[in-house]
């Protein structure tokens, strides 16, 4: 089935550690996304990528890191310079376009103590 | 600069009432699209609309209805008959021309009970 995967669902770090959020799309599209999700904040873009080997920071970059070496996959690493890395993590898709809506993935809860 | 409101943070219904989701957006552009998503317990986003500025015209699929006014820059989401399983967390969202990116709303969460 077509879709997109995020593993895992849940991750625990602890204060001090980075940690990579894994996230893979085989539905062919060039656009990828990562959002975070804390409670009554609605969602937030991190980094995106239209393009493999290219990627542009969001409103909240400050603290994360990107790859786009492969078209599928688009992992996010939360460094320990992140003040406050706790949250639920979403990943998206989407054809290049603007008309397009964006496939999301199930999600990681990352848990930083 | 684009920004999406919703104002209703919480809503609490009984089955078979109707409720009506507010959304009401900025953004200075002509061109632009509209979303709604729906975040079940689960956490995954489930797209439901797309709606682009020129095309007013009300939607309907099967519960569910969009009513879009530019004139009041207001889409809001009508669920009708409501069921347990709506009970959820609804997203509006904006994204303008040439912009790849969505704006978010903060969400609205229902809950529709027995």
């Known amino acids: 089935d077509g879709g997109i995967t995020q593993s895992p669902k849940y991750l625990f770090r602890k204060e001090g550690q980075n940690v990579t959020l894994s996230c893979e799309q085989n539905?062919?599209?060039?656009?990828m996304y990562w959002y975070r999700q804390d409670p009554g904040q609605g969602l937030r873009l991190i980094y995106y990528?239209?393009?493999?080997?290219?990627?542009q920071k969001g409103d909240i970059a400050e603290g994360y890191s990107v790859s786009r070496e492969k078209k599928e996959s688009f992992p996010l690493t939360v460094t320990s310079a992140q003040k406050n890395p706790t949250a639920f993590y979403l990943c998206?898709?989407?054809?290049?376009?603007?008309?397009?809506?964006?496939?999301f993935g199930p999600g990681t809860r990352l848990t930083v103590t | 600069a684009q920004k999406v409101t919703q104002a209703q943070t919480e809503i609490s219904v009984v089955e078979k009432e109707d409720v009506t989701l507010d959304c009401v957006y900025e953004?200075?552009?002509?061109?632009?699209?509209l979303f709604w998503y729906k975040q079940p317990p689960s956490g995954e986003l489930v797209f439901l609309i797309r709606?682009?500025?020129?095309?007013?015209q009300n939607e309907i699929s099967g519960r569910y209805s969009w009513n879009f006014q530019k004139s009041t820059s207001s889409f809001n989401f009508t669920i009708t008959a409501s069921q347990v399983v709506d009970s959820a967390v609804y997203f509006c969202?904006?994204?303008?021309?040439?912009?790849?990116?969505?704006?978010f709303g903060k969400g609205t969460m229902l809950l529709v009970s027995p």
């Open positions: 998206a898709s989407s054809p290049r376009g603007e008309h397009y809506e964006q496939y």
């Open positions: 953004t200075r552009d002509t061109t632009y699209y």
């Open positions: 539905l062919n599209h060039d656009a």
């Open positions: 709606r682009n500025s020129f095309d007013e």
């Open positions: 969202a904006l994204r303008y021309s040439g912009y790849s990116t969505l704006t």
């Open positions: 990528s239209q393009i493999v080997n290219d990627f």
